[in-house]
C-alpha cells in the first residue's frame, strides 16, 4: 500500500467523523406527567405544531407524528387537516377551535413549539492515528516509514457553531383541557427538515409511550 492510498483513506476517516459530528441528533432532555392523568393512555389525538410562520415546518412536523402515531395504533389528525384555513387558535377564537376538535371526537391535544435556539462554538481538538504497521517492503528504515506515514498520523483541530433548538412538547386532556404531560426536546444541528422532523417525530412518540401517555395497539 502506498503513502498516497494511506493519505486518502485517512482523509476519508477524518471527513467522516466530521460530518458525523454535524449530524442532527435530538433527544428529551426532561419531561413530567401529572399524577391525574389517564392511566389507561389517550388513544385519538389532536397535533398541532404552534410555528404560523413557518408552514413548511409546521406541516413537515405535524404530518411526522401523524404517521409515525397513526403507525402505532393511536388515531391523529393535524391542525391544518381539521381547522379550517384562516382560523388562528387565539384568545379570541380558542372556544371555536376547541369546539371543532371535541367535535372531531379527539380525546386530546398535543402541542409542539420552539421555546428557544442558541448557538455554541466549540472547539474540536485534533486527532492522532496510530495503526501497526507492516515491517517489510522498505518501510523497515527510518526514511521510508518516516515518508510514507509521519504526513498521516495527525489531523488539525477546529472551531465548530452548533445550532440547538428547544422544543417544548405539550398534551392537553380535551375534557379538562388541563395539562397533563410535558417534555422538552433538543436537536442540534438540524440540517435537513424531513429528516430532522422524523427523528423528533420519534423521539417525541418513544417518550410518550414509555411514559405511557398513549398505548400503543398491537
Known amino acids: 500500500m502506498n503513502s498516497q492510498i494511506l493519505k486518502s483513506l485517512f482523509s ?3 471527513l467522516s467523523g466530521m460530518l458525523t459530528g454535524c449530524s442532527p441528533s435530538t433527544k428529551i432532555i426532561g419531561s413530567w406527567k401529572s399524577p391525574e392523568s389517564e392511566t389507561i393512555g389517550y388513544s385519538n389525538l389532536f397535533v398541532a405544531a404552534l410555528m404560523a410562520d413557518n ?3 409546521k ?3 405535524e404530518n411526522n407524528i401523524n404517521d409515525l402515531l397513526l403507525g402505532k395504533g393511536v388515531k391523529a389528525i393535524s391542525n391544518l387537516e381539521l381547522i379550517k ?3 388562528e387558535l387565539t384568545e379570541e377564537t380558542k372556544d371555536q377551535v376547541i369546539q371543532e376538535i371535541k367535535n372531531s371526537g379527539r380525546d386530546a391535544i398535543l402541542t409542539i413549539a420552539i421555546i428557544d435556539q442558541t448557538n455554541e462554538t466549540r472547539y474540536v481538538p485534533g486527532t492522532t492515528s496510530y495503526s501497526p504497521m507492516y515491517y517489510g517492503g522498505g518501510y523497515g528504515r527510518f526514511g521510508g516509514y518516516y515518508g510514507m506515514y509521519g504526513p498521516t498520523t495527525y ?3 477546529y472551531y465548530t457553531t452548533d445550532k440547538n433548538y428547544f422544543i417544548e412538547i405539550n398534551l392537553y386532556d380535551l375534557g ?3 395539562l397533563v404531560w410535558s417534555a ?3 436537536t442540534t444541528n438540524p440540517t435537513n427538515i424531513n429528516n430532522a422532523s422524523q427523528e423528533f417525530a420519534y423521539v417525541v412518540v418513544d417518550k410518550m409511550i414509555k411514559d405511557k ?3 400503543p395497539k398491537k
Open 176 to 178: 379538562t383541557q388541563a
Open 184 to 186: 422538552q426536546s433538543s
Open 85 to 87: 384555513p384562516g382560523l
Open 55 to 57: 408552514f413548511v415546518t
Open 59 to 61: 406541516k413537515t412536523i
Open 155 to 157: 489531523s488539525p483541530g
Open 12 to 14: 476519508i476517516i477524518i
Open 213 to 215: 401517555i398513549i398505548i
